[in-house]
């Protein structure tokens, strides 16, 4: 605490000493107004064609399969609803039971399958 006394003090005496500081000088009404303004500006003008490209993107609108993803602590749940409810659990290969073909870490003992070339909504949640 001593250490950051003495750094604040020094710092201190070296503002009040300096000669090319206008002490007098209270507030920049002005550039203050334009350093607040100008960002965010800068951020509107990304982010609204940014959030248009995003809503235009999600429409799907007769998606043949929905898959429903639920990320728990250890494992994967996958819900397929548009067919008859099917739900199974994806937990990774134990080390001890893996081939020497697997990944290692990234292998499950039940993947989701996926058709090709057609409409797919995956909705991701967390449990």
Not at 9 to 37: P, S
Not at 53 to 64: A, S, V
């Amino acid at each position: 605490i001593l250490m950051i006394l003495m750094i604040v003090t020094y710092m201190m005496i070296l503002l009040i000493n300096n000669k090319f500081i206008n002490r007098f000088l209270l507030e920049g009404q002005m550039i203050e107004v334009a350093w607040t303004i100008a960002p965010a500006i800068i951020l509107i003008f990304i982010a609204l064609p940014s959030l248009r490209l995003l809503y235009l993107m999600d429409e799907i609108n007769n998606p043949t399969v929905t898959l429903k993803t639920i990320g728990h602590q250890w494992y994967w749940s996958y819900e397929y609803s548009d067919f008859l409810k099917m739900e199974f659990d994806s937990y990774m290969i134990p080390q001890n039971e893996m081939k020497s073909s697997d990944f290692r870490l990234l292998d499950v003992d039940n993947r989701a399958a996926l058709p090709m070339n057609t409409f797919i909504r995956i909705i991701v949640t967390a449990a």
